[in-house]
């Protein structure tokens, strides 16, 4: 009906594997402090927010293997600014035709990090806005993903991936063997030039950086992107 969990775990040494979610307000929510959560074929599509939400969590090894987090409301998956994760794997998978692929957020009074990444084989296709946005990531592998196609004619910031730092420092973050296109230009904010673009890795903070972000600044060190056709 559009409400509640499909799927809620709150444990540790979990493994779910062969299911579809479908029709909840989240397919999957993970919650709590927990280690070693695995889910393996499973489907999560079709949900009016978003495939799988974790929050309020402190995640210690989460692999995702062979999903579909696809045709959701609005994110096939939502990292919360109060959640962390150290040791997340996605693999063979797919984030499709939602707003926002994977989406992942930061909190200034107590930041959260998302450390020690591998996404590998899998493909963000005719998302709206973005493929991939995350406000905080470390010790990242990007690796044979592909992103193809962000389509809102609307939206003035699409991305196919957004690297958009916050209020923390960050490292190591490596793009490769993946391809970026079809990212429409939306429309043009308050007059200006669209700021949509394929890929975007930002540090924000520094001036003449907004406000909001200069009195607690962001720090990146060490990016490669290679063999990457944009």
């Known amino acids: 009906t559009g409400d509640g969990q499909g799927v809620n775990v709150t444990a540790s040494d979990v493994t779910i594997r062969d299911m579809e979610v479908t029709g909840f307000f989240d397919g999957v929510q993970v919650t709590g402090t927990h280690s070693n959560i695995t889910f393996g074929n499973i489907d999560s599509v079709g949900n009016d927010e978003r495939g799988m939400r974790i929050q309020d969590a402190d995640i210690e090894d989460l692999a995702l293997d062979n999903v579909n987090f696809s045709n959701n409301g ?23 035709n939602n707003n ?19 996404i590998s084989d899998t493909e963000f296709i005719d998302n709206t806005q973005k493929g991939i946005y995350t406000e905080k990531l470390s010790n990242a592998i990007l690796d044979n993903i592909t992103v193809d196609g ?23 973050i490596t793009i490769r063997d993946s391809t970026v296109a ?40 060490d990016v490669t992107i290679e063999n990457v056709v944009i």
């Open 74 to 96: 609005d994110r096939g998956v939502n990292i919360q600014s109060s959640a962390s994760i150290v040791g997340l794997s996605i693999t063979d998978s797919k984030f499709n």
């Open 100 to 118: 926002q692929g994977i989406a992942i957020f930061q909190n200034e009074d107590d930041p959260g990090e998302v450390n020690d990444v591998t």
């Open 150 to 172: 962000i389509t809102s004619d609307t939206y003035p910031v699409n991305n196919g991936i957004d690297i958009n730092l916050k209020f923390d420092s960050y490292e190591n």
């Open 182 to 221: 079809s990212v429409s230009e939306g429309d043009p904010l308050n007059g200006n030039p669209s700021a949509s673009v394929a890929v975007t890795i930002k540090a924000r903070g520094s001036s003449p950086d907004d406000a909001s972000y200069t009195s607690t600044p962001a720090a990146l060190d």
